[in-house]
């Protein structure tokens, strides 16, 4: 993404202070604040605390994180990994970085490990930029395509989009986003309608802040205001991320998608899900079985933060403590709403035969 005229990524390494740097997500849309994470302890905070969020960057910043401690101590891969794999319990693409970081840096002579350990970190950020622009090349034909036949050419394409699935939640470009990003470079008008995503409000705060400075038209709207904007006949197309998808294509995702996709669903509009082949779990058949759903703090929900007139920060407590809250992060859509997953290998229906393809592709991602 473009900040004061040059591209700036989610997480990188800045070798001078040997410091990984993040974008703090915590502070925007607001303002815009790097964190400088230099212990194991960091990064596990950045992660929990959802400085950085998002399945993609989660992996990634593990993958630091690993090297952070094995800076401090060569010999703390597994404790570090442990530690790590602690951290959020939903998005795989965590599990997926830390088992790789396992493999790869497990045999390695403790003098190396720290350097080692960098090496692979900013290897799979660069993977992750290269597999991430590719689902855009991917998913921007997509959204080419029903332009051409949804809107006859002579009006934007509507796309609804949940939660955050844009460059701060990857190293960049995004999965969800990086489609609407490729489209819009294609030539392709776009209209983007936000949902807010309580209680975070990822889609208000981060995919706005994105879309702006990306110069797409968008409008916030609150979740429940969705199935309205299907209804009435103003969208044309759903796309979002995931965390983790099912051996058969059902998609999990943040609180609120399994909604969008049955309201989409019941208006015949198109639901895609865009995501790395390291979010398909494998090991998970399908929505029959449970996957760890993350329930976060009450006070996601029952406290607001925001900023004053004057910009002082502020948070207000919206229902009293006694109010018993149960704040679920992420829901599971079934395979059955998704009309497509959009991954750096080309686009893949949502069921066993066609993501068995996947099992074990590496990146290498395809041209689009
Ligand atoms: O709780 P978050 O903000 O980490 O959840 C993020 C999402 O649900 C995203 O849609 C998903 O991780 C895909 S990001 C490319």
Not at 44 to 59: H, K, N, Q, Y
Not at 105 to 118: F, Y
Not at 145 to 173: I, K, M, S, Y
């Given at each position: 993404m473009m900040i004061e005229g040059r591209q700036q990524r989610s997480i990188w390494?800045?070798?001078?202070?040997?410091?990984?740097?993040?974008?703090?997500?915590?502070?925007?849309?607001?303002?815009?604040?790097?964190?400088?994470?230099?212990?194991?302890?960091?990064?596990?905070?950045?992660?929990?605390?959802?400085?950085?969020?998002?399945?993609?960057?989660?992996?990634?910043?593990?993958?630091?994180?690993?090297?952070?401690?094995?800076?401090?101590?060569?010999?703390?891969?597994?404790?570090?990994?442990?530690?790590?794999?602690?951290?959020?319990?939903?998005?795989?693409?965590?599990?997926?970085?830390?088992?790789?970081?396992?493999?790869?840096?497990?045999?390695?002579?403790?003098?190396?490990?720290?350097?080692?350990?960098?090496?692979?970190?900013?290897?799979?950020?660069?993977?992750?930029?290269?597999?991430?622009?590719?689902?855009?090349?991917?998913?921007?034909?997509?959204?080419?395509?029903?332009?051409?036949?949804?809107?006859?050419?002579?009006?934007?394409?509507?796309?609804?989009?949940?939660?955050?699935?844009?460059?701060?939640?990857?190293?960049?470009?995004?999965?969800?986003?990086?489609?609407?990003?490729?489209?819009?470079?294609?030539?392709?008008?776009?209209?983007?309608?936000?949902?807010?995503?309580?209680?975070?409000?990822?889609?208000?705060?981060?995919?706005?802040?994105?879309?702006?400075?990306?110069?797409?038209?968008?409008?916030?709207?609150?979740?429940?205001?969705?199935?309205?904007?299907?209804?009435s006949g103003l969208v044309d197309a759903c796309i979002t991320g995931s965390d983790r998808v099912s051996a058969s294509g059902d998609v999990c995702n943040k609180i609120g998608t399994y909604q969008v996709a049955l309201a989409a669903r019941d208006n015949n509009l198109p639901f895609y899900a865009a995501l790395p082949v390291s979010t398909i779990d494998f090991d998970w058949p399908s929505a029959d079985e449970a996957i760890p759903i993350e329930e976060r703090a009450a006070e996601e929900i029952s406290v607001t933060s925001g900023i004053e007139a004057g910009g002082r920060e502020t948070r207000v407590r919206q229902y009293p403590e006694e109010t018993v809250v149960r704040n679920f992060a992420f829901d599971v859509t079934p395979a059955r709403l998704v009309s497509g997953i959009i991954t750096e290998h080309g686009v893949f229906d949502a069921n066993r035969n066609s993501l068995a393809a996947l099992a074990g592709a590496q990146l290498s991602p395809s041209d689009p």
């Open positions: 390494y800045e070798a001078r202070a040997g410091e990984v740097c993040v974008i703090d997500q915590t502070r925007l849309p607001h303002e815009f604040a790097v964190y400088r994470l230099q212990t194991l302890e960091d990064a596990c905070e950045a992660i929990t605390s959802m400085r950085v969020r998002g399945a993609p960057l989660i992996g990634v910043t593990a993958a630091f994180g690993v090297y952070l401690a094995l800076r401090e101590n060569p010999d703390s891969l597994e404790t570090a990994v442990k530690r790590l794999r602690a951290t959020r319990p939903t998005a795989v693409n965590l599990r997926w970085a830390l088992d790789r970081a396992v493999r790869e840096l497990s045999e390695q002579k403790p003098a190396g490990a720290a350097g080692n350990a960098l090496e692979f970190a900013l290897a799979l950020a660069e993977e992750d930029a290269a597999c991430c622009e590719a689902i855009g090349g991917h998913g921007g034909e997509v959204l080419r395509r029903l332009w051409q036949e949804r809107c006859a050419q002579d009006r934007p394409l509507r796309v609804l989009a949940h939660c955050n699935a844009g460059a701060l939640a990857t190293v960049c470009w995004g999965t969800a986003l990086a489609a609407v990003y490729k489209a819009a470079g294609a030539g392709v008008p776009l209209q983007v309608w936000v949902n807010e995503t309580r209680p975070r409000n990822q889609g208000g705060a981060l995919t706005c802040w994105e879309l702006r400075r990306a110069g797409i038209d968008h409008n916030l709207i609150v979740d429940g205001a969705a199935g309205h904007v299907m209804a």
